[in-house]
């Protein structure tokens, strides 16, 4: 079992900076992959990027790559998403989640937990 607690988030203008962090519970993070995803408004919930239980294997949506970047310490049992040149669009709450195994994929159904998520506005 696995709890996940995200903080960071809020109101920030466009062209601003924002950095998300996951608190994980529990003695075996470093087992699993995890996932920062995100869902706007009347959307789905979309894939914003993934790390690999180790932190090798790095993956993001095209709509972010470039401006954030997803990052884990394991002796933390943490994993951070930096959000830099934020848009409108960005505006969503935003969700951690852990996949038991190595591979962070894209699709939510993979994942086994999630956090309660945090707001983050980006205005224009």
């Known amino acids: 079992q696995v709890q996940l607690v995200e903080s960071g988030g809020g109101l920030v203008q466009a062209g601003g900076s924002l950095r998300l962090s996951c608190a994980a519970s529990g003695r075996t993070f470093s087992t699993y992959a995890m996932g920062w995803f995100r869902q706007a408004p009347g959307k789905e919930r979309e894939f914003v990027a993934g790390?690999?239980?180790?932190?090798?294997?790095?993956s993001y949506v095209d709509s972010v790559k470039g401006r954030f970047t997803i990052s884990r310490d394991n002796a933390k049992n943490a994993v951070y998403l930096q959000m830099n040149s934020l848009k409108p669009e960005d505006t969503a709450v935003y969700y951690c989640?852990?996949?038991?195994?190595?591979?962070?994929?894209?699709?939510?159904?993979?994942?086994?937990?999630w956090g309660q998520g945090s707001q983050v506005t980006v205005s224009s």
């Open positions: 790390i690999s239980r180790s932190g090798g294997s790095i």
């Open positions: 989640a852990a996949r038991s195994g190595s591979i962070a994929y894209s699709g939510p159904n993979w994942y086994d937990y």
